[in-house]
Nanobody, 120 residues
Framework: QVQLVESGGGLVQPGGSLRLSCAAS????????MRWYRQAPGKQRELVAA???????NYKDPVKGRFIISRDNARNTLYLQMNSLKPEDTAVYYC??????????????WGQGTQVTVSS
C-alpha cells in the first residue's frame, strides 16, 4: 500500500521560512514523479512545484525564486523549502506521487496534507 505522509507545516510570520517533508512508502520512489500542490480556503487545489525522477524541477509563477523542491531517493522523501513566505501562501499543502507501487501497478497517490499559515 502506498503511503505519503507530509510534515513540517505550521504558523509562520510573513517573510519567514518553512520546510515541508513528504515521506513515501510502498512506491518505487526513485522512479516516481513527485509534486507539491496546495489548496487555500474556497479555492481549487493548484500545483506548486514538481520534480521528475531525473531531478528536473518546475515551479508555478507565484512561488518561483522563493520555493525549492528537492528529493532524497535514499530516504524516500520529498521536500519543499519555502522562503519569503507571504500571507497568500496560506493553504493546505499536499504531496503527490505518480509512479509504480511494489507490484508494478501504476498509480496517482496523495498525502493527507499539512497546514501552512502565514500570518503576523
Amino acid at each position: 500500500q502506498v503511503q505519503l505522509v507530509e510534515s513540517g507545516g505550521g504558523l509562520v510570520q510573513p517573510g519567514g521560512s518553512l520546510r515541508l517533508s513528504c515521506a513515501a512508502s510502498g512506491i518505487i520512489f526513485s522512479m516516481a514523479a513527485m509534486r507539491w500542490y496546495r489548496q487555500a480556503p474556497g479555492k481549487q487545489r493548484e500545483l506548486v512545484a514538481a520534480i521528475t525522477s531525473g531531478g528536473t524541477r518546475n515551479y508555478k509563477d507565484p512561488v518561483k525564486g522563493r520555493f525549492i523542491i528537492s528529493r532524497d531517493n535514499a530516504r524516500n522523501t520529498l521536500y519543499l523549502q519555502m522562503n519569503s513566505l507571504k500571507p497568500e501562501d496560506t493553504a493546505v499543502y499536499y504531496c503527490n506521487a505518480v509512479g509504480l507501487d511494489g507490484r508494478s501497478r501504476w498509480g496517482d497517490y496523495w498525502g493527507q496534507g499539512t497546514q501552512v499559515t502565514v500570518s503576523s
